[in-house]
């Protein structure tokens, strides 16, 4: 069974940073594709970042140039580091491992979801 442990969530100011860990159960990460959702309240789920098993990256167009998927294999563990945060990205965080259909990223394994808040 696939398992996603989140952390690193918290509160910080705007324009501060705060990097996010994905840790998963085994090597799931060298088959599965991986991707960060968000959730605000009374918003949609967006798919801020997504890596397939082969290492390309693709960001959505709101945290590009700001947020950056890493990864460390040997810790089965990928990161999501967050720059120059808004209020705007306030929101519950989601690591996921899933596959990708063409250019889609579909989710099919979700971890707990970690709290991001930015706020002066």
């Known amino acids: 069974q696939v398992q996603l442990v989140e952390s690193g969530g918290g509160s910080v100011q705007p324009g501060e940073s705060m990097r996010l860990s994905c840790a998963a159960s085994?090597?799931?990460?060298?088959?599965?594709?991986m991707g960060w959702y968000r959730q605000a309240p009374g918003k949609q789920r967006e798919l801020v970042a997504a890596?397939?098993?082969?290492?390309?990256?693709t960001y959505a167009g709101s945290v590009k140039g700001r947020f950056t998927i890493s990864r460390d294999n040997a810790k089965n563990t990928r990161y999501l580091q967050m720059n120059s945060l808004k209020p705007e990205d306030t929101a519950v965080y989601y690591c996921?491992?899933?596959?990708?259909?063409?250019?889609?990223?579909?989710?099919?394994?979700w971890g707990q979801g970690t709290q991001v808040t930015v706020s002066s």
């Open positions: 996921t491992v899933g596959q990708y259909s063409g250019n889609s990223y579909y989710a099919q394994y």
């Open positions: 085994g090597s799931i990460f060298s088959v599965y594709a």
């Open positions: 890596i397939t098993s082969g290492d390309i990256i």
